[in-house]
């Protein structure tokens, strides 16, 4: 066997990129074969062509292009049966015409076919020579014809494996699309309880194409709003793609929200559609909009300025139609402050704030969530319907539920496994947070119900003055100077905590 054999199979083996594989591959072959370059030459049997899919070159000097060239049926069997499994030399009469080695090439070239571990050739190996070719060096060429099949042969399931993810994920953004519009016509509970403000916003902006910003605490129940806006807007039967901008590394941000072509960085094996790309014609959901870094930040005004924008590594400037909705739990107007959001996307963003208030402040919903989860996974686990006594209501009720919907659907979902199926354990369900509960409500001074976070507080009492100034903002006689700060301030916290001052225009 000749001596870069077994490395050839190492790198053939190891190497995920094929580019880097037949780079490689070729410096180590070019120890015992006078090479110039080799292409690793791909067969499409639909097309009819041969293309070429990686090139190494082992010499300076100008490497060909990577073209595609005709190939007619039962060439590659015809060179198969000429090669016996070696190369075969070609001169250089023979090369333009019906054969595998594309123009351009200058000295002799030495050509076999590469087969699949089932005999079915899959291309060729073209190898450019810069001299005459001894017995080692033919021996040596002849033995790499396997390790470069199996390089191309990872490479072709790679794509593959890519081209199925993508289908995968295509099919999953239309069935989270058909499955967000039922859930929508029967699962908004409050709807016309506490959400009853929240829904009318909804229906306002949803026909439009304004973007829409959903604001509230984590498991407020922002993404089923979103899901809600998409279904009552006009691109309903459209996809609906949520992405949570915290959950991705940010150096990765860019080609997910945008796509990538093939080589844009080590690892873009494949051209990759962007969330952007695969929401067209319908809306993209950015969940944790306060986590996107700052360059993803320009490139997401762009496309909301004039809807353009490119691939990472793309020359080629694409336009999409998206609607954009975003949602946070986070003070973005302080991130913008610090520097770490533009002021102008924000303004863009938030022309339209949604405000989902925490379940802390809806107790009226409490007890038509916990049966609603009850219901739905009593459902799940047993035969009934699981329903919920006055205990286990007061229970409910005296908890200040920091993690909102979200941990009260757990707490639910617990007590039906607890209650085995038939009833609901809720006091099992609720484990520490009632002991805990137990506890606060022991000292005189605690009134864990009744107490306001920060920015309930704040947006009572800006309710409050609102009240009184007729919706009126600015002026001696408006709002903001009833409160002692700037109209412009006052306007900036309004949207912050979803504050609809029209609603208090007096009539
Ligand atoms: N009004 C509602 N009616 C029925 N189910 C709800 C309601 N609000 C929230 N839920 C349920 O509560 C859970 C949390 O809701 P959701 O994921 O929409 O919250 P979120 O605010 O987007 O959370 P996060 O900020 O963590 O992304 C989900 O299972 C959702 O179906």
């Known amino acids: 066997m000749p001596s870069s054999t077994s490395d050839l199979w190492r790198e053939a083996s190891h190497t995920e990129d094929l580019a880097e594989a037949v780079l490689r591959m070729t410096s180590l072959l070019s120890r015992e074969v006078p090479l110039r370059c080799v292409l690793v030459r791909l067969y499409n049997s639909e097309a009819g062509v ?12 100008a490497t060909p292009g990577a073209p595609r060239t ?23 009469h023979e090369t333009p015409g019906e054969d595998a080695v594309p123009a351009g090439l200058r000295g002799t070239a030495a050509i076999g076919v590469l087969e699949a571990r089932d005999a079915t050739p ?37 794509h593959r494996l890519e081209q ?72 309903a039967d459209g996809p609906i793609v949520r992405v949570n901008c915290g959950a991705i590394p940010p150096d990765l941000i860019d080609s997910e929200l945008f796509g990538h072509e093939k080589g844009a960085f080590t690892g873009a094996l494949a051209t990759r559609k962007g969330w952007f790309e695969r929401a067209d014609g319908g809306t993209l959901f950015l969940d944790e909009i306060g986590d996107l870094p700052l360059a993803a930040q ?21 336009r999409v139609d998206v609607r954009l909705l975003a949602a946070t739990h986070r003070d973005v107007e302080t991130l913008v402050h610090a520097g770490h959001f533009r002021e102008d996307l924000w303004y863009r963003i938030s022309v339209f704030p949604v405000y989902l208030p925490p379940l802390r402040s809806r107790r009226d919903d409490l007890p038509a969530l916990a049966r609603h989860f009850a219901q739905a996974r009593g459902l799940r686990l047993g035969p009934d319907p699981l329903d919920l ?18 941990e009260l659907a757990a707490v639910i979902e617990r007590a039906a496994i607890l209650g085995g199926g038939h009833r609901l354990d809720v006091r099992g369900a609720m484990g520490t947070k009632l002991h805990a509960l137990h ?20 947006r009572s009492h800006i309710e409050e003055a609102l009240r009184r100034c007729g919706g009126k903002v600015e002026g001696a006689d408006g709002a903001a100077a009833l409160l002692g700060i700037n109209p412009h301030t006052l306007r900036g916290r309004m949207r912050k905590l979803g504050v609809d001052w029209t609603r208090f225009h007096s009539r």
């Not at 041969?50 to 000097?61: D, K, N, P």
């Open 439 to 458: 506890e606060r409500l022991a000292e005189p001074s605690a009134e864990p119900a009744a107490f306001l976070s920060l920015d309930e507080a704040m």
């Open 70 to 92: 005709h190939c007619p049926a039962g060439y590659l069997d015809r060179l198969r049966k000429r090669a016996r499994g070696r190369v075969v030399l070609l001169e250089r």
């Open 389 to 406: 006594t006055d205990d286990d209501m007061e229970v409910l009720l005296a908890y200040p539920w920091p993690g909102n919907v979200r």
């Open 164 to 235: 199925l993810w993508e289908a995968a994920q295509a099919t999953n953004v239309s069935l989270l699309a058909r499955l967000g519009r039922q859930e929508i016509v029967e699962e908004i509970v409050g709807a016309e309880g506490s959400l009853r403000a929240v829904m009318t916003r909804v229906e306002q902006v949803a026909p439009t194409d304004a973007p829409v910003l959903i604001l509230g605490e984590t498991g407020t129940g922002k993404e089923v709003i979103a899901r809600a806006l998409h279904a009552r807007s006009p691109r």
């Open 298 to 318: 320009v490139r997401l005004l762009r496309i909301l300025q004039d809807g353009t924008y490119e691939r990472v590594g793309g020359q080629h400037t694409r």
């Open 122 to 158: 899959m291309g060729v190996l073209v190898a450019e020579l810069a001299g005459p070719l001894d017995g080692a060096g033919r021996s040596a060429l002849d033995a790499s014809l396997d390790p470069f099949a199996a390089a191309l042969a990872r490479h072709v399931q790679l």
């Open 50 to 61: 041969l293309e070429t899919v990686a090139i190494g070159t082992a010499r300076s000097g």
